[in-house]
């Protein structure tokens, strides 16, 4: 089963930071958060992860508070193409992907 | 890089035929590949893990005797559907570990099965 709840869905202004919270407050130490996001009829992108320490890639990054109970991705300039649902998973081999949040990036 | 493909993209096949789809990694090898199902306005259902090599896990649920994965090479794993009926029309997407040391998994495009 899913170990993450995320918001159902969120809005965002084109050109503005999109902020992606999730909560995984029952991970375990060897287990990553990874982040990947679904536009309609596709396979899921790999975006990022991470295990303790904040990431950063050419499409996101990505913040792990110290606890590890939770994260946030971070889209610094959202635009029209990145609407799509994110997933954030902690799991260590198989992936139980929860329902994501549907991102809506506006004009 | 970490490029993966299915074939076929749709297919259409009448109840009681089976069906099936092809999933490779075209430019690395993946010891490990897994089977998800999708259903419309769903999230992504893990159905299996596929080892190379060795028989598939089975997620709870899930029929493997309906559901038959053979992972013959480091690049390819099937699925074939078997006496396929309408409740399995879904989206079939797999997925395939960089590696053994990898966590990410890379997705294929999806295989849209519609049984008639």
């Known amino acids: 089963d899913a170990k993450t709840t995320q918001p159902t869905s969120m809005d965002c202004a084109e050109g503005r930071a999109a902020n992606l919270p999730c909560n995984h407050s029952t991970i375990s130490g060897n287990e990553y958060v990874y982040w990947y996001r679904q536009i309609h009829s596709q396979g899921p992108q790999y975006i990022i992860h991470g295990l303790k320490n904040n990431e950063t890639n050419e499409m996101a990054s990505l913040i792990i508070t110290e606890d590890r109970k939770s994260s946030t991705l971070i889209l610094p300039h959202a635009t029209l193409r990145d609407t799509a649902v994110y997933y954030c998973i902690s799991n260590f081999n198989k992936f139980y992907f929860g329902s994501g949040t549907k991102l809506n990036v506006k004009p | 890089g970490a490029v993966v493909s299915q074939h076929p993209s749709w297919v259409i096949c009448k109840s009681g035929t089976s069906v099936k789809i092809e999933c490779r990694s075209l430019d690395f090898q993946a010891t490990t590949m897994f089977w998800y199902r999708q259903f419309p306005k769903q999230s992504l259902m893990l159905m299996a893990t596929s080892n190379e090599g060795s028989k598939a896990t089975y997620e709870q649920g899930v029929e493997k005797d309906k559901f038959l994965i053979n992972h013959a090479s480091l690049t390819l794993s099937t699925l074939t559907v078997t006496s396929a009926h309408p409740e399995d029309s879904s989206f079939y997407i797999c997925?395939?570990?960089?590696?053994?040391?990898?966590?990410?998994?890379?997705f294929g495009p999806g295989t849209r099965l519609t049984v008639t």
């Open positions: 997925s395939a570990k960089l590696g053994p040391q990898g966590f990410e998994q890379y």
